[in-house]
Structure formats: C-alpha cells, structure tokens
C-alpha cells in the first residue's frame, strides 16, 4: 500500500505566496519522478513542474521564474514554492509519485495525491 497526500492548500490574494508540500510512504522500495499537476475548472489537467534529483527538474512555461519544485529524497517529500501567485494559478493541485514498491520492484507505477485547491484572488 502507498499513499501520497498534499498539504498547503489555500486562499491568497495576488502577489502572495504558498509552499504545497506532498509525502508518500507505505511499502516504498525506491520513487523516481515526483511532481505536481493543476486542474483548474473546466480545464484539462496540466503539468506544473516534476523532479527526479536537483539537476532534473522540469517547469511548464508559464510558472517558470515564480514557482520552484523541491524534493527531500530521505523523506520521501516533494515540495512547491509558489510566489507571486496569479489569478491564472488557481486549480486543484495534485502531487504524483513514481514508485517501486516492495512487493513490485521490476517497474514503476504513478501514484496520485487527492489533491488541494489553491485560490489566487485578484
């Protein structure tokens, strides 16, 4: 069993900032890629930023300059830095993780957050 869950949700006005953090744990055997997606109403969810170590990262162009992705690999913790939020940034964010587990080490398997809104107000 694995669980991912999110924290740090919330509502800021623009110009604010917020740092979401997201932790998986249970039967973990190693993670390669963790990373956050947004889904804002009405709108496909979209890539925000992904990690798999510090020269490894990966931004959507929108939030490059003002967003910044983070990981803590001994706590199996990834982290998003979002300053000078938008109204456009608002969604439900969601964290994935890339994990082997114990009783499945030959691939890894996508594992999801339930997600926590962000609301930017102007």
């Known amino acids: 069993q694995v669980q991912v869950v999110e924290s740090g949700g919330g509502l800021v006005q623009a110009g604010e900032s917020l740092r979401l953090s997201c932790a998986a744990s249970g039967s973990i055997f190693t993670i390669n890629a963790m990373g956050w997606y947004r889904q804002a109403p009405g709108k496909q969810r979209e890539l925000v930023a992904t990690i798999i170590s510090s020269s490894n990262i990966n931004y959507a162009d929108s939030v490059k300059g003002r967003l910044t992705i983070s990981r803590d690999t001994a706590k199996n913790t990834v982290y998003l830095q979002m300053n000078s939020l938008k109204p456009e940034d608002t969604a439900v964010y969601y964290c994935?993780?890339?994990?082997?587990?114990?009783?499945?080490?030959?691939?890894?398997?996508?594992?999801w957050g339930q997600g926590t809104q962000v609301t930017v107000s102007s």
């Open positions: 994935h993780a890339d994990i082997k587990t114990l009783s499945s080490v030959n691939y890894f398997v996508r594992h």
